[in-house]
């Protein structure tokens, strides 16, 4: 499953930083992406712009706290959450973007360091286990040899997919 968030946008508000008691630093930043649309019956283009709400974790919380401010663009890559709470017996419902990555986009303010980019982590810290990843073993390139049939009846798990020379002869 993927669940994935792609924004460029221009951030609405300076952006809201916070340091939990853990030490742990999370920012909130309101960013707003626009698209025009044209109506072709009317010949005229609207402008329509969207409010997300980007929440940024740790050294990406660190760096928006350092360089972003109103009005600052910025792209953003991470992914959709939904939470629910209530709150004096009303349920309140709330959508928003948890970052994965984010860099400034364009003037640099006076003062920043070149590369003012930063790529949250992929494991978080409070993570202690490593997961296992998968890689796909490493195959030669198929060589036939006089000990192999040139057909096999039942194909084995390490010979890689040889196409039939006639290419409607699928093997599906």
């Known amino acids: ?12 508000l300076d952006p809201e930083v916070r340091t ?9 930043v309101r960013l707003a992406t626009s698209e025009r649309i044209f109506n072709r ?3 005229e283009s609207t402008e329509h712009t969207e409010w997300h709400t980007v ?5 990406l919380a660190e760096v928006v706290d350092k360089y972003v401010r109103k009005g600052s663009q910025i792209y953003i890559e991470g992914r959709l959450r939904s939470r ?9 419902y709330t959508t928003e973007i948890v970052a994965d990555d984010m860099k400034l986009l364009g003037r640099r303010p006076e003062g920043a360091p070149q590369q ?20 796909q073993p ?3 390139a198929y060589q036939q040899t006089p000990q192999q049939p040139a057909y096999q009846s039942i194909p084995q798990p390490e010979a890689p997919f040889v196409p039939a020379e006639d290419p409607d002869d699928l093997p599906f």
């Open 116 to 135: 003012a980019a930063y790529q949250q982590p992929q494991q978080p810290a409070y993570q202690q286990t490593q997961q296992p990843t998968y890689q």
């Open 41 to 43: 019956q009317t010949n």
């Open 20 to 28: 939990l008691e853990t030490g742990v630093k999370v920012a909130r």
């Open 1 to 12: 499953m993927i669940n994935k968030v792609i924004l460029v946008g221009n951030v609405g």
């Open 55 to 59: 929440t940024l974790w740790r050294g």
């Open 84 to 92: 629910e709470w209530e709150r004096d017996g009303v349920k309140h």
């Open 138 to 140: 490493q195959q030669p």
